[in-house]
């Protein structure tokens, strides 16, 4: 059974910074695409920042490059989304999710998704 576990998520001032961490079991997480994607409140879920089974790291919101970096530790089966100088405008629910079939982008019909973890972002 494939489990991802999201933590790191919580309240912080605007211009500071966040790790969320991702914690997969069930996979061999070397062989998978990985994502992060978000659901601000009253919106529909985006994609953030994907790494495909290409090893290519696709942003899909434009705001969030240069401060959100997405990085995995396959040993640990672990990735994460480190992100910096935030903004309220990513307050969100923030979800982590798995493919081993996605090759590159960020793709919503990921077959495993983790139940997701709030971050805001307010003074």
């Known amino acids: 059974q494939v489990q991802l576990v999201e933590s790191g998520g919580g309240l912080v001032q605007p211009g500071g910074s966040l790790t969320l961490s991702c914690e997969v079991s069930?996979?061999?997480?070397?062989?998978?695409?990985i994502a992060w994607f978000r659901r601000a409140p009253g919106k529909e879920r985006k994609g953030v920042v994907c790494i495909g089974t290409n090893g290519r790291t696709t942003y899909d919101i434009d705001s969030v490059k240069g401060r959100f970096t997405i990085s995995r530790d396959n040993a640990k089966s672990v990735f994460y989304l480190q992100m910096t100088n935030l903004i309220p405008d990513d307050t969100a629910v923030y979800y982590c999710?798995?493919?081993?079939?996605?090759?590159?982008?960020?793709?919503?019909?990921?077959?495993?998704w983790g139940a997701g973890t709030l971050v805001t972002v307010s003074a």
């Open positions: 999710a798995v493919d081993r079939g996605v090759v590159g982008g960020c793709y919503h019909g990921m077959d495993h």
């Open positions: 069930g996979i061999t997480l070397e062989d998978y695409a």
